[in-house]
């Protein structure tokens, strides 16, 4: 009789008869429930209060809550208050921080696969990026994540990306040419804004404002929503529609503290992000069309057409598919038959 015990930072104790593997009692397939106890968690993103995450963070915190009657308690920081992205996923690592909705591109700092998501056009619209998230290939690379410390209680949205800057409308790749475009941490976008002849320059989300306020760079990439919550049409007068990828917000945990839920726990835990998840996606649909018109009150809005931005960085997918083959072309086969 074989019995598992974790504790709650998920360490494993044992006792077993002898010859018993630690493997029979991994932390995914142990099979003694670890107890319903009490458990604080901490949960930092870096969005501004009225930004769908913010509110699908709120929600997930009290779903959390009221489900356990408040044995789980959920405080959640936003606007980057414990950190930028980066930071905050150091610290899930390091297990000072519980929880995070991130970034795709910022995660990929510890999981490199998760940059693929935000190959350039991969994804015509948001939609079709749940539906592949959502499906075998967001598995597996919830797989990979889980290796590296990052429990993805799911796949939340941040968008279809677009550029603005200070200096001229943007109708063609020339025209981004030799501009200072912020990116995020993020290998894959870096890629982008090289390819697009840019200075791709990555700077933490929190200090965005202030650098494009300052003209320390001439511009950025993110999607209209956080363009809006953020307010950088203040500071920003060009929007291009280019689509140029897609970013996820993973909603992470630190995998050990997930492993020292009790089993029921974790469920509530996994629905109550489930839900968080799908009103997060409603709100991003909603805003984006609203917030289009809001923004373009303010700012010089160019729809270029793609294909010439398709064309300047097909390149990304040459080396990126040296690199990660099986998963591009998992990606891309779930992107096409969506
Ligand atoms: C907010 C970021 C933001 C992202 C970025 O913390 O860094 O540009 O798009 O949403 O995660």
Known sequence: ?????????????????????????????????????????????????????????????????????????????????????????????????????????????????????????????????????????????????????????????????????????????????????????????VDIFGALDANPTPLAFGELYLALRQGTVDGQENPLVNIASARLFEVQSHLAMTRHKYESTPFVMNVDRWESLCDADREVVATAATNARQRQRGLMQERGEQVFDELSQTMEVTEPDTQPFREATSAVYDSWSQQYPDLVRALQQAAADD
């Open 1 to 189: 009789m074989i019995s598992c015990a974790r504790t709650h930072r998920g360490v494993i104790i044992w006792s077993a008869v002898v010859g018993l593997l630690l493997a029979g009692c991994s932390a995914a397939g142990g099979t003694a429930a670890a107890d319903c106890g009490p458990a604080d968690l901490l949960f930092g993103h870096g969005s501004a209060p009225d930004n769908p995450r913010a509110i699908a963070a709120e929600a997930f915190a009290d779903e959390v809550e009221q489900q356990t009657d408040g044995r789980i308690s959920v405080q959640v920081h936003g606007s980057g208050q414990v950190g930028s992205d980066e930071e905050m996923l150091r610290a899930i690592r390091s297990g000072s921080l519980d929880l995070s909705a991130n970034s795709q591109g910022t995660l990929s700092t510890f999981v490199p696969q998760t940059a693929l998501i935000g190959l350039p056009f991969l994804f015509d619209d948001a939609p079709e990026a749940y539906a592949v998230l959502d499906g075998e290939v967001g598995d597996q690379l919830k797989e990979v994540a889980r290796e590296q410390g990052f429990e993805v209680l799911g796949w939340w949205d941040n968008g279809i990306r677009q550029v603005t800057n200070s200096r001229r409308g943007v109708s063609t790749p020339e025209d981004l040419s030799g501009l200072r475009i912020r990116t995020p941490a993020d290998p894959m976008t």
